[in-house]
């Protein structure tokens, strides 16, 4: 299929290159994640402080800083995708998540919906949808009372 030159992709081959991505993601394998994504790629997230990798990213060196940032900040404790749908130059994926924030040591807990955008056989969006103020509270550091309570050995 060709659309003004271009070789477009069909569905399933979009689906494939996400696929592959996650799987890429799974392994830690950040340079092959990468690879996936188009140079000019533009990432969103509805920003949140105190969230530290939401807002919006654009290029490859822009998401590379914002997979650092997911990284830095929070320890991955599950991630799954759970369904993949394509159609036509989007693929959306659903999924659950547990992760643990390293600043405040709190976990939590979200569904997710990643939603991505195919041009040229690349990902040219990624926009990222979960429970915001759920991920936002657990960055938010403890009051000092509350510290203090969670203190072991601390009474």
């Not at 800083?65 to 997911?70: A, E, P």
């Not at 900040?73 to 994926?93: G, H």
């Amino acid at each position: 299929m060709t659309t003004f030159g271009r070789t477009a992709m069909n569905a399933q081959e979009n689906k494939q290159l996400v696929m592959g991505a996650y799987q890429k993601y799974q392994d830690m394998d950040m340079d092959g994640v990468l690879d996936a994504f188009d140079d000019d790629v533009e990432c969103t997230a509805e920003e949140w402080a105190p969230i530290p990798f939401t807002g919006c990213y654009r290029g490859k060196n822009e998401l590379a800083d914002f997979f650092t940032k997911l990284h830095e900040s929070q320890d991955v404790l599950r991630f799954e995708p759970t369904a993949f749908i394509a159609e036509d130059d989007r693929v959306v994926v659903t999924g659950q998540g547990k992760w643990r924030v390293r600043s405040t040591g709190r976990e939590y807990e979200s569904p997710w919906v990643h939603i991505f955008t195919i041009r040229d056989g690349k990902v040219s969006r990624f926009d990222q949808y979960a429970n915001t103020a759920l991920t936002a509270e657990a960055f938010e550091p403890l009051p000092a009372s509350a510290q203090a309570a969670a203190a072991p050995g601390q009474h």
